[in-house]
């Protein structure tokens, strides 16, 4: 296939198979603009500016960097990937995607969510409670155990002790 990498003309920035670039820099100009990142390897994105929404899938090995986007950040079959919001993301949908790893501002930790299906080895980095803290990892569970419970079924992550 064709690399692409650029704006397309209407609404749409594009990163489509790139391989070994780190120097892919989205300047959003328009709030209704989107991006669109696939099939990329070994590389980073910087996106600035406000975009509608984020989606970004079957890359392996790519970084992206983002301000705000408003809808979120959609990740879909990435394997060894890095997602980095400074800004405002309300939202992180991962599916059928292996070791990624989410950084998140100390202004929205508390308040994103985070939707996975399928995926696995998927870390969420938060900056400590202080400035002068350590940033604090956790990871979204991958297993869970279905146990009948009064009158329906209930789904709850495994815990190991």
């Known amino acids: 296939m064709t690399a692409v990498c650029g704006f ?29 990142i696939y099939k990329c390897e070994n590389c980073v994105i910087q996106i600035k500016g406000k975009t509608t929404n984020i989606t970004v899938s079957e890359c392996k090995n790519t970084g992206v960097v983002f301000e705000n986007s408003i809808t979120g950040l959609s990740i879909v079959r990435c394997n060894k990937c890095q997602f980095q919001a400074t800004g405002v993301c309300s939202m992180f949908t991962i599916d059928n995607s292996e070791a990624c790893t989410m950084f998140v501002t100390r202004e929205q930790y508390k308040s994103i969510e985070f939707v996975s299906s399928k995926s696995s080895e998927i870390h969420i980095i938060v900056p400590g409670p202080t400035e002068d803290s350590d940033p604090m990892e956790f ?23």
Do not use: L
Not at 14 to 29: M, P, R, S, T
Not at 139 to 160: L, M, S, Y
């Open 139 to 161: 990871t979204i569970p991958a297993q869970f155990t279905t146990k009948f419970e009064g009158n329906t079924f209930k789904t709850k992550p495994v815990e190991h002790i």
């Open 8 to 36: 397309d003309g209407d609404k749409t920035w594009k990163a489509g198979y790139q391989k070994d670039n780190q120097q892919i820099i989205f300047e959003v100009k328009n709030i209704k603009e989107s991006v669109s």
